[in-house]
């Protein structure tokens, strides 16, 4: 059974940093990974897709990069503003189609 | 840009009610998808939908129907509200196929059931 796994749960950076967050998954055998923002008390924005032919996806200051051999993705935000403050989640489908696995999500927060 | 729109932002019922909760797509979408989500527990599937009159069962449908009747519009119906299923109820969608699955997500409804 998939599981999806998104450590730490709450991260705190100043503003400006550079940021990489993680999703790793327990079966490698994926059909996409996607990453969602949700801000409190909405729904969710998709950010990014990756393919499973995929190695990364790029919008504008974010990065997600996909290694399925060793199960894991990353999300990276290059120079931090407060408004990305938010909670990212990742979620992944599996081969055998269907349904999107989530992670618990990481909130993270960019302080001035 | 893809819009899904869900009827009620906020919904106060009392046990025992029979609650419709509608979500409406503009992208003719073929997959329609009904989620809970819930503080510590994440996003859980209820059931989801790949077609107009089709509907498959989530991880949690208990308690729970849908009905599907156009592509556009998928609702969730709680048969009889009970205070367990208070909780933020999420509607997505999304086109069927490898290159553009992306999931969209409606605003969300805010269920009390008192």
């Known amino acids: 059974k998939q599981e999806v796994t998104q450590i730490p749960a709450a991260l705190s950076v100043p503003e400006g940093e550079n940021l990489v967050l993680n999703c790793s998954f327990t079966?490698?055998?994926?059909?996409?990974l996607q990453w969602f923002r949700q801000d409190p008390g909405k729904g969710l924005t998709s950010l990014l897709l990756?393919?499973?032919?995929?190695r990364e996806q790029t919008s504008g200051r974010l990065n997600a990069s996909l290694d399925k051999s060793s199960g894991r993705s990353t999300l990276y935000i290059a120079a931090s503003q407060p408004g990305d403050s938010a909670t990212y989640l990742c979620?992944?489908?599996?081969?055998?189609?269907?349904?999107?696995?989530f992670g618990q999500g990481t909130e993270l927060s960019v302080k001035p | 840009d893809v819009k899904v729109t869900q009827s009620s932002r906020y919904l106060v019922k009392r046990t025992g009610e029979k609650v419709f909760l509608e979500c409406v797509q503009d992208?003719?979408?073929?997959?329609m998808f009904w989620y809970r989500q819930d503080p510590g527990l994440g996003l859980r599937l209820i059931y989801f939908?790949?077609?107009?009159?089709?509907?498959e069962k989530g991880d949690i449908p208990e308690g729970y129907s849908v009905s599907r009747e156009k592509k556009e519009r998928f609702s969730l119906i709680l048969e009889s509200a009970s205070t367990n299923q208070t909780s933020m109820y999420l509607c997505?969608?999304?086109?069927?196929?490898?290159?553009?699955?992306?999931?969209?997500f409606g605003s969300g409804t805010q269920l009390s059931v008192l």
């Open positions: 997505a969608s999304s086109f069927q196929g490898r290159s553009n699955e992306k999931l969209f």
């Open positions: 079966d490698s055998a994926i059909y996409n």
């Open positions: 990756i393919q499973s032919s995929q």
């Open positions: 979620a992944v489908r599996g081969n055998q189609g269907g349904k999107l696995i």
């Open positions: 992208m003719d979408h073929e997959n």
């Open positions: 939908s790949y077609d107009v009159k089709m509907k």
